[in-house]
């Protein structure tokens, strides 16, 4: 099989996959920016307040919401920052794990967010009017894996449960591999890895389709792909296992996180063909500091300055991870950014 459905198995079988079975084990096993902070959450709302204002009724959908503690801390940032946003504002986490659903509930209901005024769904809406927020959903999507060899192009395949099995070679599965790899402006050497997200581009190009006004912010690890065949010439999928990286992805299906660094360029020429300006792309480091976390963050105290200087650290998440927002129908000069 390829890395692909590999990756759709071992992540989202509805009995045994990785994000499907255990809350417990999906809850604290990582640490993702929302996780570690409501201060993620609370700065970041003034990126999407822009998406917001001025909208009968807004909606701020947050799709792979996992345990809900990023729309919780956006909701809890337009109430102190824009009251008049907060007001209308219609709360849509967006989640496919039952589990991970449990979990946001519990959450909101923790914060003391009426449950009745939130549509906690398992796809996205149809349509949407406002902001569509996602962190670490792309690079949770199955991805292709592909490998340039003396022949051409090469997909990997997998045989799943054998541990020793080292992953085989085969013709790319799909066209759109090979148009993808044509479009590369970089010289491909033999053994070169990289991956092709198919089902980001889709869920993207969905996405994209489904916003009639209002901005897409998307924060994930990941570079342009230039960027990304030039410094992981082996190509970026791995896995986690309790917090370890394991470069052995296929090892132990079900029982390991899967991940992958995004090109971030491709996801956004997406977002363009479906119409989208592109407003804001950037390191999460330079965007959050431009937004003013470190400022919030010492009015906050407690733990948030730390938690500020782990997310703006350019050695560290604040340089690994990317921050891209797309928007139809919204001003660029009412996006609060210093630089873009
Ligand atoms: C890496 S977790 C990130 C959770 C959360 N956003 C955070 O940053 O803590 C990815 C989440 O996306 C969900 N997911 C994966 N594919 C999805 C899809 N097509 N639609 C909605 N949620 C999805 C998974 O179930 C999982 O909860």
Same mark, same amino acid.
């Given at each position: 099989?390829?890395?692909?459905?590999?990756?759709?198995?071992? =992540?989202?079988?509805?009995? !045994?996959?990785?994000?499907?079975?255990?809350?417990?084990?999906?809850?604290?096993?990582?640490?993702?920016?929302?996780? +570690?902070?409501?201060?993620?959450?609370?700065?970041?709302?003034? +990126?999407?307040?822009?998406?917001?204002? &001025?909208?009968?009724?807004?909606?701020?959908?947050? /799709?792979? #919401?996992?345990?809900?503690?990023? %729309?919780?801390?956006?909701?809890?940032?337009?109430?102190?920052?824009?009251?008049?946003?907060?007001?209308?504002?219609?709360?849509?986490? %967006?989640?496919?794990?039952?589990?991970?659903?449990?979990?946001?509930?519990?959450?909101?209901?923790? /914060?003391?967010?009426?449950?009745?005024?939130?549509? +906690?769904?398992? !796809?996205?809406?149809?349509?949407?009017?406002?902001?569509?927020?996602?962190?670490? =959903?792309?690079?949770?999507?199955?991805?292709?894996?592909?490998?340039?060899?003396?022949?051409?192009? $090469?997909?990997?395949?997998?045989?799943?449960?054998?541990?020793?099995?080292?992953? #085989?070679?085969?013709?790319?599965?799909?066209?759109?591999?090979?148009? +993808?790899?044509?479009?590369?402006?970089?010289?491909?050497?033999?053994?070169?890895?990289?991956?092709?997200?198919?089902?980001?581009?889709?869920?993207?190009?969905? /996405?994209?389709?489904?916003?009639?006004?209002?901005?897409?912010?998307?924060?994930?690890? &990941? $570079?342009?792909?230039?960027?990304?065949?030039?410094?992981?010439?082996?190509?970026?999928?791995?896995? @986690?296992?309790?917090?370890?990286?394991?470069?052995?992805?296929? @090892?132990?299906?079900?029982?390991?996180?899967?991940?992958?660094?995004?090109?971030?360029?491709?996801?956004?020429?997406?977002?363009?063909?479906?119409?989208?300006?592109?407003?804001?792309?950037?390191?999460?480091?330079?965007?959050?500091?431009?937004?003013?976390?470190?400022?919030?963050?010492?009015?906050?105290? $407690?733990?948030?300055?730390?938690?500020?200087?782990?997310?703006?650290?350019?050695?560290?998440?604040?340089?690994?991870?990317?921050?891209?927002?797309?928007?139809?129908?919204?001003?660029?000069?009412?996006?609060?950014?210093?630089?873009?």
């Amino acid at each position: 099989m390829t890395c692909a459905r590999f990756m759709e198995l071992a =992540l989202y079988d509805d009995e !045994t996959g990785y994000y499907m079975v255990d809350e417990v084990r999906a809850g604290r096993e990582w640490v993702t920016a929302p996780t +570690l902070s409501p201060i993620f959450g609370r700065v970041l709302a003034r +990126l999407v307040e822009p998406g917001l204002t &001025g909208r009968q009724a807004p909606m701020l959908v947050e /799709a792979g #919401t996992g345990g809900g503690e990023l %729309v919780r801390d956006l909701a809890y940032g337009l109430h102190d920052e824009a009251p008049d946003v907060f007001g209308d504002l219609e709360l849509v986490p %967006v989640d496919r794990s039952p589990s991970a659903r449990q979990r946001c509930r519990d959450t909101l209901e923790e /914060a003391g967010i009426d449950l009745a005024d939130v549509d +906690l769904r398992d !796809t996205l809406p149809e349509r949407v009017e406002g902001v569509l927020v996602t962190n670490e =959903l792309l690079d949770a999507l199955p991805t292709h894996v592909c490998q340039h060899t003396e022949q051409g192009l $090469a997909e990997i395949h997998l045989e799943p449960g054998d541990p020793t099995l080292a992953p #085989t070679l085969r013709g790319p599965s799909q066209e759109a591999i090979m148009e +993808l790899a044509s479009r590369f402006q970089t010289q491909l050497e033999p053994g070169l890895r990289f991956e092709a997200p198919l089902a980001a581009y889709d869920w993207y190009r969905e /996405a994209a389709s489904r916003l009639d006004e209002g901005l897409i912010v998307t924060v994930d690890y &990941g $570079a342009r792909r230039r960027k990304l065949l030039e410094d992981h010439p082996k190509g970026t999928i791995h896995a @986690y296992r309790q917090g370890q990286r394991v470069e052995e992805f296929w @090892y132990d299906p079900g029982r390991m996180d899967l991940t992958y660094r995004v090109p971030f360029d491709e996801i956004a020429r997406v977002g363009e063909e479906e119409g989208l300006q592109t407003l804001v792309y950037g390191s999460q480091g330079r965007v959050l500091t431009d937004l003013g976390i470190r400022e919030m963050a010492s009015e906050v105290g $407690a733990g948030a300055p730390l938690a500020a200087k782990k997310l703006v650290d350019p050695d560290g998440a604040g340089g690994t991870f990317r921050v891209l927002v797309q928007g139809r129908g919204v001003d660029p000069d009412r996006l609060p950014l210093a630089s873009r």
